[in-house]
């Protein structure tokens, strides 16, 4: 029944040979991976404002420079994510990238700071996109952390039917989202030249505070975030049709230049406008509101607002399982988040981020104001690794003589690990106290499970080893077996035949609860199996597994071969599941205490599970 | 580890022979028992304000009438069940008295709605607790769903650990109680003395409602919830001293006496001062505060409430676990109810009341107001069956000529039957909207599942009997082994040596995920275990399960002898418990596919777990 569910909500199996069909075009790849990046203005916009607004008017006056300046950011780092995805054709995630040049710790840092950078990208696309929605209906303010699980649980199932679908599905909203925020900015500019600017000072609310560096550099960090999303493309190109990186590369320089395109004229309009926002509304939707009145276009805008940064969890969806599985594929994270799901997606990986994205958007309330602070340093932190890293290929590459502007080359990747490093500084000073704390708690900590990991499968590696191990020449006795028993009853009959069709040495016990119960099973017993030995153990604790392992342990030191007794457990399997919850599980305790009490001496008992099953 | 950790909360185990030991004295019984009842006047008193206020103070002048009424109800019912104390020596509760008397259909009504009652008295008494203390600090309402599960949560502790240490525990806030509230009502007598009544038109709120009969009978319907846990005794009665039967009568008397006392003080005392409460207090708050003043006396009353009515909860805890332990008895319900835990209680029942009443909280938000039209049903309808059995127990025992005083029993128990079934049908239709329609609705679904979980017993009793079994007098052949394994390495060899000592037909099945990695397999498997075939099972959808599956339903077709192969897994068993999250649980899928699989055509397949215990 589960499998029945499982394959209506997430389609059936895959066979594995078709994985290679599941590259995207173009446009697709640009709908996978781009609305992270482009939706970023959502809440980067947000907090911009939010940032200046303490300081009024005065404060507000400076939104377009900092805009700017966060452009001219993103400029730099999407020219050095175009040398990567070059660089590396077959995929060169921060990780990747930081690994193979500065080395594996700086890899792993590379891959936490992605990895919580994908987690809370999740949180804060749903709850941003909750946000848009209710900018335009304020009685949804009071359900937003249900509605934003309902968003990432709707992602999740998407993402869970496969690559290709996502692609798809994910089109439609990216494009319409593109579509109604350029119509709108087109709209605001034709509405600026006729009715000329706003004035911030008679708009602005009184400042709380004094204009001051703390306050610029404050907004700069947070409204870096507008940035967030950009690497995933690099990440991403094999999934691409080929040529990979050309095609990824393109992609990049499109997605960029939508990218600062919505971003620098949603803010410039803002200011020159002079909108501010109330409690209840993001800036971007009264910016929308403003530009476009409180009609239907209005409230196009918001929904698509919804739709894309839904979307953009998506693009967490697509990166973070493929960062997980190459972790893994490493032995740094389980290697279930390796294997394949039916629908030839990182299964695992998927449940994994929308059980954690979740939990942040329950913990935090559903605020994307106070998600952001530890997103950015994530972010940033691997934007600066991997530019790092290529600056070590590029003159790597320059040693081997295989590239000959190499040196124009390091020097943009140079200048990328430069403003991100300092990016990075900003953002972990000026946030520090509001919750960038915990992201840089976070990542030596996951750092270090990563390598704890490791050495746990190289310990395993170094136990299963055949190498050294003397081929076995001695015979192999019959086994001694040891079996409990609950009553004289049908459910044990097919368990002594088979007892008895593998050794000759069976043993019956009985464990007593109440006393007197024991002589009443003996009688019966030796009516039905005369020639099998029972014994019974008393139970004063009420206990069915110590008599056992007591006796079990007991008879081991009888015998003198070093053999420990097999257990052979009659087991009811019930009919229909709820049955199971009207039977004791003893034939499970016992089997769990069996192979995981390491109170016994020796503990490498084999047990036997002859199930009956009941008919009804 | 979990070992530990329930030891240092529960305490060790005790063995059964210490079971005769935990009687209970009087005083203590008293403590055990009754603080359900003593303190129902907390939300019945405030029930009846709650009703009548709407009418003003016309409705309050009614408030004195209606507590003499339900006062002369619990004089009717104590009579009643002190009959039946004295009936059923060994235990009297209303499933056993209307099942013998009344057959078991009505015994099973009886059992269903006291254990609705039993549950819902664990979320009434832990929210009306939180409601007393948070009438003293208004800051705690918000936070009364925690504080009611903590109450929840700590009494649930205190009973595993064991009926004896519970009743030492209740029995000091029982008398703080008592104390308390009987010296207020002293104050309150002597304060009333000297200054004489307050009036109620001065002080009632303007009506809101005309009154109305509607409004009386509602009113009576919620106040009658005053009653609620009377009947506690009359199930407990084998866990008195002996004599049982004289102690716990005694014991009912001076029970019902506290409990009229309180009652028709606090409601005449109320009416007297004209008493009445703002939104954020309780009535009784606002009298303890009209007769002692805003000092430390009120806070010792208010607190004295929260202890008694969290101690109240405990009657449910005392009694659900029994009555549930009774039906399981009878096989009405699954019969790990029946089993006495470490500490001699019966642990499922009362884990089992306290997650249920802990749920309710959640669902109803912690507010008293709303479970209370759910309670009364349950409590009434229970001792309506209850009386109605007695009355026809002395109709037989008149018959039978054993009690002299036949006619007078009958008729007590007759008078009690009939009012407390009229008050079950005041209850049922004046609250029927506001939550009864729930516990009407419940009482046939539960019987109807009762009933099917004793078919369900019935079931099984039917197949495994023995009788008409001839008894198997075949040789047991030797079993084909079929072998699954992930690979060649340490982790197969104790299993392949085990397989081979038990039958000379041993195959091995690999399941190949990725073509190719089969061969590699081969390759070396031929050079470790020559003698042993080795299959290898291509997996295009990547399940470990269905090609092995496969794989045993084509051998066993090619078999003639219609037995089935036994079925070796070589299973490893991490160091430590996280590292099996490191691990493919791929054994664990094999074997619940092996068992509950119907899909194979003869599903009694024996499954042989031999575990490789890794040492780190």
């Known amino acids: 029944m589960i499998d029945k569910i499982k394959h209506l909500l997430i389609g059936p199996p895959l066979p594995t040979h078709q994985l290679a069909d599941n590259r995207l075009n173009k446009l697709r790849a640009l709908a996978a991976f781009s609305p992270d990046a482009l939706s970023s203005i959502a809440y980067a916009n947000q907090e911009i404002y939010l940032g200046l607004v303490v300081a009024g008017s005065a404060g507000l006056l400076l939104a377009w420079p900092i805009g700017l300046t966060i452009a001219g950011l993103l400029i730099i780092v999407a020219l050095s994510y175009f040398q990567t995805i070059h660089a590396y054709p077959s995929g060169g995630g921060s990780f990747i990238v930081a690994r193979e040049n500065l080395g594996t710790l700086a890899g792993l840092i590379a891959a936490?700071?992605?990895?919580?950078?994908?987690?809370?990208?999740?949180?804060?696309?749903?709850?941003?996109?909750?946000a848009a929605i209710a900018s335009a209906f304020p009685a949804l303010w009071l359900y937003r952390v249900e509605l934003s699980l309902i968003l990432v649980a709707l992602i999740t199932l998407i993402n869970l039917r496969g690559l290709r679908e996502t692609g798809t599905f994910m089109a439609v909203p990216v494009y319409v989202f593109l579509i109604a925020f350029f119509l709108m900015l087109a709209v605001g500019v034709v509405r600026l030249l006729i009715e000329g600017p706003g004035s911030l000072s008679a708009n602005a609310p009184l400042p709380t505070q004094e204009l001051s560096l703390y306050i610029v550099l404050h907004t700069f960090a947070t409204g870096c975030?507008?940035?967030?999303?950009?690497?995933?493309?690099?990440?991403?190109?094999?999934?691409?049709?080929?040529?990979?990186?050309?095609?990824?590369?393109?992609?990049?320089?499109?997605?960029?230049?939508?990218?600062?395109?919505?971003?620098?004229?949603?803010?410039?309009l803002t200011q020159a406008f002079a909108v501010v926002a109330g409690p209840d509304e993001t800036i971007l939707s009264a910016l929308a509101r403003r530009?476009?009145?409180?009609?239907?276009?209005?409230?196009?805008?918001?929904?698509?607002?919804?739709?894309?940064?839904?979307?953009?969890?998506?693009?967490?969806?697509?990166?973070?399982?493929?960062?997980?599985?190459?972790?893994?594929?490493?032995?740094?994270?389980?290697?279930?988040?390796?294997?394949?799901?039916?629908?030839?997606?990182?299964?695992?990986?998927?449940?994994?981020?929308?059980?954690?994205?979740?939990?942040?958007?329950?913990?935090?309330?559903?605020?994307?104001?106070?998600?952001?602070?530890?997103?950015?340093?994530?972010?940033?932190?691997?934007?600066?690794?991997?530019?790092?890293?290529?600056?070590?290929?590029?003159?790597?590459?320059?040693?081997?003589?295989?590239?000959?502007?190499?040196?124009?080359?390091?020097?943009?990747?140079?200048?990328?690990?430069?403003?991100?490093?300092?990016?990075?500084?900003?953002?972990?000073?000026?946030?520090?106290?509001?919750?960038?704390?915990?992201?840089?708690?976070?990542?030596?900590?996951?750092?270090a499970v990563f390598y704890r990991i490791r050495a746990h499968y190289r310990d395993v590696g170094r136990q299963l080893t055949l190498r050294g191990l003397p081929p076995s020449i001695k015979p192999f006795p019959a086994p001694r077996v040891v079996m409990p028993i609950s009553g004289v009853h049908r459910?044990?009959?097919?368990?002594?035949?088979?007892?008895?069709?593998?050794?000759?040495?069976?043993?019956?016990?009985?464990?007593?609860?109440?006393?007197?119960?024991?002589?009443?099973?003996?009688?019966?017993?030796?009516?039905?199996f005369p020639d099998v030995p029972l014994v019974i153990k008393p139970s004063p604790y009420r206990s069915i597994v110590e008599p056992l392992l007591e006796f079990l342990d007991e008879t081991d030191l009888l015998h003198n071969d070093g053999q420990q007794a097999a257990v052979v457990l009659p087991e009811f399997v019930p009919a229909r599941w709820w049955h199971s919850l009207l039977h004791n599980q003893s034939a499970s305790l016992i089997k769990s205490a069996l192979l995981y009490n390491r109170r016994n001496r020796g503990y490498q008992r084999v047990i036997i599970d002859v199930p009956y099953h009941l008919r009804r």
């Open 491 to 528: 459910g044990i009959v097919d368990a002594i035949d088979f007892a008895r069709s593998i050794a000759n040495d069976v043993t019956v016990v009985y464990v007593e609860f109440e006393p007197g119960t024991g002589e009443r099973v003996r009688e019966t017993w030796h009516d039905w």
């Open 112 to 130: 936490t700071a992605l990895t919580i950078d994908y987690v809370l990208n999740v949180a804060v696309s749903a709850t941003a996109g909750v």
């Open 291 to 447: 530009i476009l009145g409180p009609g239907l276009p209005y409230f196009v805008v918001q929904f698509s607002t919804l739709l894309i940064l839904g979307v953009a969890a998506n693009t967490s969806f697509a990166g973070f399982p493929r960062v997980a599985a190459l972790l893994a594929k490493e032995g740094f994270l389980p290697r279930q988040l390796m294997g394949l799901g039916d629908r030839l997606v990182f299964a695992n990986g998927i449940v994994v981020l929308s059980l954690v994205g979740g939990g942040l958007i329950v913990i935090f309330n559903g605020d994307t104001h106070a998600l952001i602070p530890l997103f950015a340093i994530g972010a940033f932190l691997a934007f600066t690794l991997s530019q790092t890293g290529m600056v070590v290929h590029w003159w790597r590459e320059h040693n081997s003589r295989r590239d000959s502007r190499w040196l124009l080359k390091m020097f943009a990747n140079g200048l990328g690990a430069i403003v991100t490093a300092v990016t990075v500084g900003v953002v972990a000073i000026s946030k520090f106290a509001e919750g960038a704390w915990i992201t840089i708690a976070l990542i030596p900590m996951m750092v």
């Open 225 to 268: 975030t507008a940035l967030t999303g950009i690497e995933a493309m690099s990440n991403g190109v094999p999934v691409f049709k080929p040529p990979e990186s050309k095609n990824a590369g393109r992609t990049l320089i499109a997605m960029a230049a939508l990218m600062g395109a919505l971003f620098v004229g949603s803010i410039g």
